[in-house]
């Protein structure tokens, strides 16, 4: 204990010492007066010392703000080239569709010579692929005298898995809101060549016939998934266009047997099984439950944003809640179509 004090004390005193000797220096400097010159060099070099290393920041921190303004001026430019690059895929897919667009027209005219000399009626685009057209692209269906359905645009993929689909369905290019009403999803929108919804009235007139629904998928890393069920079809408008299918296959997972069983809502008109308004909250038109474990409907976000929102093109068994897929395709044809 004794030792330890006197330590302490110990260390006081020498801490004194140490704080005198420290201004002994200038004391010395002061009262022992050396040659003007010896001082004022020392002074002066001390001066100069300080400079240099003012002037070194300075120089370090200016340094520092030019290495940031060209990290800027990197990031910048390289915003610039996506757009520009953003830009001509834009453009290119224009001028596709645009040669697309005749093929289309010649297979339109095509069909509809076709069409007044068969007396085979055309449902969809399985009926036409067992009219031997094979290239996929944009066909008329004729009017539907039964149903009191008006001509129809489709596209048809008559390549993938045997051909004979009709889409309902395409995400792509996302320019295309998918936060629409209950009347615009009934009758659909978008361009049937870019991104669109059928309508769920046609929907529902293609799914009278057994049928069955394929969704591809692909994420912004170039990979693609797909989801097959066995049976598929929706409820008139009465029903609320109610969903239901059956025997799943595919790579994806099964992400659409969550909303099995559920009727379509839209943002005004909220028929899902959930406090929450889902349309709204989603914003897309969907068979919500409660609310999501896919939203094909959903916003269309760019690459670089594509992993933040949960309110995406989503299908949770591949990428989960927060992953919005870069393109989706939803297609029908009917069970035991034979390619
Ligand atoms: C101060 O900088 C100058 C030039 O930058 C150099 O020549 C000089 O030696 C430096 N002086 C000291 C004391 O560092
Ligand atoms: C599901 O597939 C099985 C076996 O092919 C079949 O017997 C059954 O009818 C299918 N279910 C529906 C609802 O189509
Ligand atoms: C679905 O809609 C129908 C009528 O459109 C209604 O009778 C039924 O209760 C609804 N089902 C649910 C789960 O909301
Ligand atoms: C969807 O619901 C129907 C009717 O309740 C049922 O027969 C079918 O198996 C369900 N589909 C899935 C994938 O669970
Ligand atoms: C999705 O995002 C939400 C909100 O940002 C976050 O709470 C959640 O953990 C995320 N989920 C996954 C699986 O990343």
């Known amino acids: ?18 704080e005198t000797g420290a201004q002994n220096p200038k004391k010395r400097l ?25 002037s070194l920041l300075a120089e370090l921190s200016q340094k520092q703000k030019t290495d940031m303004k060209n990290v800027f001026r990197q990031i910048l430019e390289l ?25 289309e027209i010649m297979q339109l005219q095509t069909l509809q010579s076709a069409t007044q000399t068969s007396s085979d009626a055309i449902y969809d685009c399985a009926s036409l692929y067992g009219k031997s057209y094979r290239i996929s692209g944009e066909y008329k269906l004729p009017k539907d005298e039964f149903l009191g359905a008006p001509e129809l645009s489709v596209y048809c993929d008559m ?10 369905q395409r995400r792509k290019i996302g320019l295309t809101s998918f936060s629409r009403d209950w009347k615009q999803y009934k009758n659909g929108f978008g361009s049937i060549r870019g991104d669109f919804w059928l309508g769920n009235d046609h929907i529902y007139r293609l799914t009278r016939q057994p049928s069955t629904l394929r969704i591809e998928l692909e994420d912004w890393e170039g990979q693609t998934r797909y989801a097959e069920y066995g049976f598929f079809t929706v409820g008139n408008e009465l029903n609320s266009y109610k969903l239901l299918i059956a025997n799943y296959s595919g790579n994806a997972g099964d992400s659409l ?29 969907y068979w ?39 393109r989706v395709e939803m297609k029908v044809r009917p069970v035991g179509f034979q390619p």
């Not at 204990?1 to 005193?13: D, P, R, V, Y």
């Not at 022992?32 to 010392?49: A, F, I, M, N, Y």
């Not at 390549?159 to 309902?168: A, C, D, H, P, V």
């Open 159 to 168: 390549e993938t898995n045997g051909g004979g689909w009709t889409l309902i």
């Open 257 to 285: 047997r969550y909303h099995n069983n559920t009727n379509f809502s839209t943002m005004n008109r909220d028929n899902d099984k959930c406090v929450d308004d889902c349309a709204a909250l989603r914003k897309g038109g």
């Open 1 to 18: 204990m004794a030792k330890i004090s006197f330590s302490i004390i110990a260390l006081g005193i020498s801490l004194l010492l140490l």
């Open 79 to 103: 915003d610039k080239q996506d757009q520009q690059l953003e830009g001509r895929v834009t453009e290119a897919e224009s001028k596709y569709s645009e040669i697309n667009n005749r093929v």
């Open 30 to 54: 002061a009262t022992s007066k050396p040659p003007k010159g010896q001082c004022c060099d020392e002074v002066r070099s001390l001066k100069v010392q300080v400079a240099n290393l003012t």
């Open 288 to 326: 919500y439950n409660c609310c999501t474990d896919s939203n094909l409907n959903g916003v269309f976000h760019r690459y670089g944003a594509h992993t933040r929102s949960a309110e995406g093109i989503t299908w949770y068994a591949w990428h989960g809640p927060n992953y919005s897929l870069k």
